[in-house]
């Protein structure tokens, strides 16, 4: 990963606003009068999806996409001026958030002001027309890197953003950029305000064979790690999906953590989720409201930072439109004390100083993070088991990070818990990992 990415970056906790959903008003100042609230469930990087204007020509919806950018150098109007996003950016940083932008540097909407200046910048059919490379993606057009004119015109961009404030950038797509075009712009970047943060939002796996199977560049995870602080989790994210689902085994998803763990540069950060402005709702997605809270303990403890996207906290079951004016119905907050107690243990000493163990996958999850003298162990009860679970900690009396309740182990046994427990222990830890099929082997050789 980029050689000077922080070790910390891996405890980063994220929250996803998307402004026109955020509040009735649809407004930075909507944004800003919550930002108090955010920044107290122990939020570190506030990230906007893109606040930029929006292209009028095949819009998806009555709205348009905030995907579908029209200019990369300016503010939506429906959110507000110039002087309301610096403003916003003002107070979350008086309350100690970082601010980062959605960068779109692989499409444009079909009227940008670069398809007007400059057409020979993008992907063009046998006619000289503009063209996507993604049938789906109707309502954008594709820049065709690498093109020296369109990497300047973009990296000032990204200098300006910087200059103005931004903290941190979420790169769309960025898996169908160029590698070089990447480390160029977080070196260029760096000239003008050192420690922004980088995140990419690589794609699934599969969509990354296809575009090779076709003949268009696409990298790797692991390519992006020459410029990125923090990649999405999308490369075993059908994995996670199907198990949350109940339609795979867990402990085929916890191989797959331990895979990324042999593929990755040492530190690296996947940032975890269990939902996204993509994805639909954890509490829709898995079977009952306990799994889900499981589920999303288990992330939070979860190696890497970690990402609450809008209306989390309210436990919501539906996803606004991209396309649409729907905003969220944040009820009362429900879930709030419980993210609150999940990420105050993200800036645990064991988290922030230990290492971190897999060490079971049925009737639940087990894990821990652990360092000398102690640590904390977590038991996830993704599956929604009853019964018994066999641990590896000491008998005693223990008590719950999460809820406060008292946990008795007796005969290396405990209840299984409705959702999730989190245990601060004391002692020596057999760290023995979780091993299966797909990564024991027996090794011969000399």
């Given amino acids: 990963m980029a050689s000077d990415t922080p070790k910390e970056y891996r405890n980063l906790v994220l929250y996803e606003v998307y402004v026109r959903n955020h509040s009735p008003q649809g407004t930075f100042a909507g944004v800003e009068v919550d930002l108090a609230r955010i920044r107290a469930l122990g939020v570190d990087v506030l990230w906007f999806m893109p606040i930029h204007p929006i292209g009028q020509v095949a819009r998806k919806g009555s709205m348009g996409c905030p995907y579908s950018v029209a200019d990369y150098r300016g503010i939506n109007p429906e959110y507000g001026t110039c002087a309301d996003f610096a403003r916003l950016i003002q107070k979350a940083h008086e309350l100690g958030l970082k601010v980062m932008i959605d960068v779109v540097y692989n499409h444009t909407a079909h009227d940008s002001v670069l398809v007007r200046e400059h057409p020979d910048w993008f992907h063009q059919d046998e006619h000289g027309r503009p063209v996507t490379t993604v049938p789906d993606w109707s309502d954008v057009i594709d820049l065709k890197h690498p093109n020296s004119d369109l990497t300047a015109y973009l990296v000032d961009s990204l200098q300006g953003w910087a200059e103005f404030g931004v903290d941190g950038f979420r790169c769309d797509v960025a898996s169908l950029v160029p590698q070089e075009f990447w480390v160029a712009a977080r070196r260029e970047v760096a000239r003008v305000r050192p420690g922004v943060i980088w995140l990419a939002e690589s794609v699934h796996a599969a969509f990354v064979a296809y575009r090779r199977s076709i003949g268009l560049a696409t990298i790797s995870d ?17 994995i ?16 797959m953590l331990r895979f990324q763990d042999a593929i990755y540069p040492a530190n690296f950060a996947k940032m975890r989720y269990v939902e996204n402005h993509d994805q639909a709702r954890v509490m829709a997605a898995t079977r009952t409201r306990e799994q889900a809270l499981a589920w999303t303990a288990f992330q939070v403890f979860n190696r890497g930072p970690f ?8 436990a919501a079951r539906h996803t606004p439109s991209l396309f649409e004016k729907d905003p969220v119905e944040w009820g009362s907050y429900e879930l709030s004390p419980f993210l609150r107690k999940l990420t105050a243990l993200k800036k645990d000493s064991a988290q922030l100083e230990g ?7 049925e009737p639940c999850i087990q894990a821990t993070w652990h360092r000398t003298g102690g640590g904390l162990y977590g038991v996830f009860n993704v599956s929604g088991t009853g019964g018994p679970v066999e641990v590896r900690l000491p008998d005693g009396s223990y008590q719950d990070e999460l809820g406060g309740a008292a946990v008795e182990v007796r005969g290396g046994r405990m209840s299984a818990p409705a959702n999730a427990v989190i245990l601060r222990y004391d002692s020596p830890m057999n ?13 011969d050789g000399e």
């Fill in 240 to 255: 996670w999906q199907t198990a949350a689902a109940g339609k795979a085994p867990v402990s085929r998803y916890l191989e």
């Fill in 431 to 443: 760290l023995e990992p979780f091993y299966s099929d797909l990564l024991d082997y027996n090794f």
């Fill in 355 to 361: 290492s971190f163990a897999l060490l079971s996958a």
């Fill in 307 to 314: 990402l609450i996207y809008g209306g989390q906290e309210s």
């Fill in 222 to 238: 692991s390519e992006l790690y020459a410029a990125f602080d923090l990649t999405y989790d999308y490369d075993i994210w059908p």
